[in-house]
């Protein structure tokens, strides 16, 4: 969910070498190739609308001419928010491991306020009604099937990107048997 704390697992996987892809840069690339402006309401109505014109699914398919472009046996995937485009997903990569990531919501609100981009919720009734559009992709099912849940409640910056690292050297070990 928004503000949970998924910046943390991309900057840990930056510092460890493991290349990222982001799914909200997919939305904004296209926004660009539109000439649309990037912000809050466009990406959310341009990520509605691939949806339903091109499937559920349709930014995690963006997303593979990507991750074929990648030279690394590991990759994370920033943004995941339904099943559908972890079936995509799954699909091509059957080892590919999920990491939800939680934190509450009054929590959320807070880090989102203080952080202040342009698209951030102003108020409550603007934060829960973006955390209510999230959850109808489909994002509770994701954190029913993952693989590992990152509780990142009550913890430091520091604190919380060294267990983000942990968690991110425990799946990538795992990928590679040799290192085991």
């Given amino acids: 969910m928004p503000g949970s704390g998924k910046s943390l697992l991309v900057l840990a996987a930056k510092k460890m070498g493991v290349p990222v892809i982001s799914m909200g840069d997919v939305v904004r690339k296209e926004a660009l190739k539109r000439g649309l402006p990037v912000n809050r309401a466009t990406l959310s109505a341009l ?41 995509t997903f799954k699909n091509h990569y059957p080892l590919m491991k999920v990491v939800f990531v939680f934190a509450s919501p009054g929590t959320r609100f807070r880090r989102l306020r203080a952080r202040g981009r342009e698209d951030d919720p102003q108020n409550w009734d603007e934060f829960v009604e973006r955390d209510l559009r999230e959850l109808r992709f489909g994002l509770s099912a994701l954190f029913y099937i993952s693989d590992v849940v990152f509780i990142n409640e009550g913890k430091t910056f520091n604190e919380a990107l060294k267990d983000a690292s942990l968690i991110l050297r425990r799946l990538v070990k795992n990928a590679h048997p040799s290192s085991r």
């Fill in 47 to 87: 990520a509605t609308e691939l949806r339903a014109k091109e499937g559920p699914d349709a930014i995690a398919k963006r997303c593979l001419q990507e991750l074929r472009k990648c030279r690394s046996n590991v990759v994370l995937i920033d943004g995941l928010r339904s099943i559908f485009e972890y079936d």
